[in-house]
């Protein structure tokens, strides 16, 4: 416990935020989203400005949120003072004996009973996603390969600025969702093991986020909770929500973002203008910040909010706005673009990156373009029943036949994104059919709902008018962002920023239908069931990601796929070498052979030459000890900064022949490991004692 002391700051913090929020709004939702852009933001802005110095250690990093800290204490301690008192007497009024008693069984009272029903199974999917969390190690080739590795060298580094790499994503790819790792595994003095926590915070946050789009649509409690519900039970979301990947994450920004957006078009007054444009600045650029690909889901939400907002002919607060947004955005994700725009000759997107690049293909026409959208659209209909996949696969046929292109052109498909039998239960191609068909069905009642009061010539509500603009909204957003691929992907989590805004627009839909207790409850009992065995599945499988798993990974021992094997050795021993090793009953003999070789000989300086092999973080996790200090060989990016390290031992994992190692005039011959492993250690012979 002494180990995670540290990270009691960023509670303390986030706690202050919270409560001068609180102080603001008396609504506790909307607090907790507020304190979270806040708490982000600068989490992104610490990260930027220590590494200016080199200066991500512990001490700084905690002194860092002190100050802030202190600061927020200092000038808002009125703020935190009345929210505090506040919190309490609520909390007071709740306990038992407090207050008046309840009229039992009356329809209020079963209305209330039914909403903490449903409250009551979102927190089962809270609690079951918590324990996925800590059940299920981080099994996924994304977080293996590129997510946790740069981790691993900022920690090393001190830095978030760029380090010699093999792979490109390690430096170019959207880094929020690793600054929040780093500062976790930061403060936790080197230890792993709540990594997962950021995903799944925004998996809560998601939830409740979508509760509030609810209720800037004008929907009333009963249907935010529903809206909440809807949100929670995305298998997709559930099934990331305990991983270390970055898409849930970049769907809970997206759709924080567009909460904003909803307040400012609601603010008919511009009363909030100023205080809502920060936070639309600062969670957009989060969400930029976490993934590029955000850009696509909220464009259509930014043109909606201008349309709605220039009709009132405020165009210098728009403009003040505008610039308060872009500001923001900028403030926060100017560091990273900076960063790749001087690496890659202006290249601030690193579209021209070798690997980015190469996801480059020939677009031959329009109908290719519309073809390979819907390919990626349908991969959300599909089951892990073939059955139930083929009707859809079938539809999917029959539009490109109409478009004149080729299903089966190889133009589709790039590489490993492979079209897929059907969608299995990994957080990489869970499909969402219930979720998507929802959608659908919303789509289509609220058109003919439209269409509806246009014949009869009767007046729209503005209510209305703002769910038929986000609906618009939402289907753009669903388009822009499988029109951006230029290949099928193969994978269902790309859409799901647009499928959890699309949540409060179901909810919407089914509050105005006619029978809607029937419909509701139908809803909440579908979606409790079928996303009932994401949980289970999560907390009992590891993800297969046996695809991914070649020739470099380590081979099959004991009856267990590769790379279960080794995620269940590391996860049972301590994180540091040689502990590693008297830590464990059964320690893995490639892990015992390095401790050897560490220990015995002094070894402080390890270099390593993996390239995109699956076992990059779990050698990498070994040497978070600050005693080692590692870089990463024959790099393809910064590799000038080598010339000042000097390794003693090599990790390597050849695709190939093991051949000598030549660096820096020092030959470094393969040792025969006691694994049989592809997995080679190279060692300088000066340094190797018998």
């Known amino acids: 416990m002494e180990a995670f002391a540290m990270l009691l700051i960023l509670i303390f913090a986030y706690s202050l935020f919270f409560l001068v929020r609180y102080d603001y709004h008396k609504n506790i939702l909307r607090a907790i989203i507020d304190s979270s852009v806040i708490f982000c933001a600068l989490t992104a802005v610490i990260a930027e400005f220590l590494s200016l110095f080199s200066a991500y250690r512990v001490l700084y990093l905690f002194f860092a949120w002190l100050v802030v800290s202190t600061v927020c204490v200092w000038v808002f301690r009125g703020?935190?003072?009345?929210?505090?008192?506040?919190?309490?007497?609520?909390?007071?009024?709740?306990?038992?004996?407090?207050?008046?008693?309840?009229?039992?069984?009356?329809?209020?009272?079963?209305?209330?009973?039914?909403?903490?029903?449903?409250?009551?199974?979102?927190?089962?999917?809270?609690?079951?996603?918590?324990?996925?969390?800590?059940?299920?190690?981080?099994?996924?080739?994304?977080?293996?390969?590129?997510?946790?590795?740069?981790?691993?060298?900022?920690?090393?580094?001190?830095?978030?600025?760029?380090?010699?790499?093999?792979?490109?994503?390690?430096?170019?790819?959207?880094?929020?969702?690793?600054?929040?790792?780093?500062?976790?595994?930061?403060?936790?003095?080197?230890?792993?093991?709540?990594?997962?926590?950021?995903?799944?915070?925004?998996?809560?946050?998601?939830?409740?986020?979508?509760?509030?789009?609810?209720?800037?649509?004008?929907?009333?409690?009963?249907?935010?909770?529903?809206?909440?519900?809807?949100?929670?039970?995305?298998?997709?979301?559930?099934?990331?929500?305990?991983?270390?990947?970055?898409?849930?994450?970049?769907?809970?920004?997206?759709a924080v973002s567009v909460y904003y957006v909803l307040r400012l078009i609601n603010d008919r007054e511009w009363e909030q203008w100023l205080d809502t444009g920060l936070f639309i600045g600062l969670s957009v650029g989060i969400a930029v910040l976490t993934k590029t690909s955000a850009v696509a889901a909220l464009v259509s939400f930014a043109i909606l909010a201008a349309c709605l907002k220039l009709r009132k002919k405020h165009f210098i607060k728009f403009v003040y706005i505008t610039g308060i947004i872009l500001c923001c955005v900028m403030l926060i994700s100017a560091g990273f673009y900076i960063r790749n725009a001087i690496d890659l000759n202006g290249d601030f997107l690193a579209v021209s990156a070798p690997e980015i690049a190469g996801l480059r293909v020939e677009v031959p026409s329009f109908n290719y373009r519309v073809a390979v959208m819907t390919q990626n659209l349908m991969y959300n209909f599909h089951s892990s029943s073939p059955a139930l996949t083929a009707p859809v696969k079938q539809i999917t046929n029959a539009i490109c036949s109409l478009l004149g292109v080729d299903i089966y052109d190889e133009r589709f498909y790039y590489h490993s994104y492979m079209e897929s039998p059907s969608s299995s239960f990994s957080h990489d191609e869970a499909a969402n059919p219930f979720h998507s068909l929802l959608v659908l069905f919303s789509i289509a009642i609220f058109t003919l709902f439209t269409l509806y009061y246009v014949k009869s010539k009767k007046r729209k509500d503005k209510t209305v008018s703002l769910q038929l603009a986000y609906m618009v909204a939402c289907i753009a957003s669903f388009c822009t962002v499988a029109a951006s691929f230029l290949f099928v992907t193969?994978?269902?989590?790309?859409?799901?920023?647009?499928?959890?805004?699309?949540?409060?627009?179901?909810?919407?839909?089914?509050?105005?239908?006619?029978?809607?207790?029937?419909?509701?409850?139908?809803?909440?009992?579908?979606?409790?069931?079928?996303?009932?065995?994401?949980?289970?599945?999560?907390?009992?499988?590891?993800?297969?990601?046996?695809?991914?798993?070649?020739?470099?990974?380590?081979?099959?021992?004991?009856?267990?796929?590769?790379?279960?094997?080794?995620?269940?050795?590391?996860?049972?021993?301590?994180?540091?070498?040689?502990?590693?090793?008297?830590?464990?009953?059964?320690?893995?003999?490639?892990?015992?052979?390095?401790?050897?070789?560490?220990?015995?000989?002094?070894?402080?300086?390890?270099?390593?030459?993996?390239?995109?092999?699956?076992?990059?973080?779990?050698?990498?996790?070994?040497?978070?000890?600050?005693?080692?200090?590692?870089?990463?060989?024959?790099?393809?990016?910064?590799?000038?900064?080598?010339?000042?390290?000097?390794?003693?031992?090599?990790?390597?994992?050849?695709?190939?022949?093991?051949?000598?190692?030549?660096?820096?005039?020092?030959?470094?011959?393969?040792?025969?490991?006691?694994?049989?492993?592809p997995l080679v250690i190279l060692i300088d012979e000066a340094f190797l004692v018998d």
Request: glycine share 6%; aromatic share 10%; with cysteine.
């Open 490 to 677: 193969g994978a269902s989590r790309y859409l799901l920023a647009p499928l959890l805004l699309s949540m409060p627009f179901c909810a919407a839909v089914i509050s105005s239908a006619r029978l809607t207790r029937r419909i509701a409850g139908f809803t909440l009992t579908s979606a409790i069931f079928l996303s009932t065995g994401a949980i289970i599945l999560g907390a009992s499988v590891i993800m297969p990601f046996y695809a991914y798993v070649s020739d470099n990974a380590i081979p099959d021992r004991e009856g267990l796929p590769p790379i279960v094997r080794i995620q269940k050795t590391l996860a049972a021993m301590p994180r540091l070498l040689p502990e590693a090793v008297s830590g464990s009953k059964n320690p893995d003999p490639f892990v015992v052979d390095i401790a050897k070789l560490t220990t015995k000989n002094n070894v402080t300086q390890i270099g390593v030459e993996i390239q995109r092999s699956i076992a990059t973080y779990q050698i990498l996790n070994l040497f978070w000890d600050k005693s080692f200090e590692v870089a990463q060989i024959n790099a393809l990016y910064h590799s000038s900064e080598e010339d000042s390290f000097v390794p003693q031992i090599i990790l390597a994992a050849p695709r190939g022949n093991v051949s000598p190692v030549e660096l820096n005039g020092i030959t470094y011959v393969p040792v025969l490991s006691a694994t049989d492993s």
């Open 79 to 254: 703020s935190v003072i009345r929210s505090a008192s506040c919190l309490y007497a609520a909390c007071g009024r709740i306990l038992p004996g407090k207050g008046a008693d309840k009229i039992v069984g009356t329809k209020t009272d079963l209305s209330r009973r039914l909403e903490y029903t449903v409250l009551a199974a979102i927190a089962v999917f809270f609690l079951g996603t918590l324990a996925t969390t800590f059940l299920n190690p981080y099994a996924n080739y994304d977080s293996l390969v590129y997510h946790l590795p740069r981790v691993f060298y900022w920690f090393k580094n001190g830095s978030v600025h760029n380090f010699p790499a093999s792979m490109g994503r390690q430096l170019y790819t959207g880094p929020f969702n690793a600054f929040i790792m780093l500062q976790t595994i930061t403060l936790s003095h080197g230890n792993d093991w709540l990594i997962h926590l950021p995903q799944w915070f925004s998996y809560v946050g998601s939830v409740i986020a979508s509760s509030l789009l609810a209720a800037e649509l004008g929907l009333s409690r009963r249907w935010q909770i529903l809206s909440a519900l809807l949100a929670a039970t995305i298998p997709l979301s559930i099934l990331q929500a305990g991983t270390t990947q970055n898409d849930l994450m970049a769907a809970f920004w997206c």
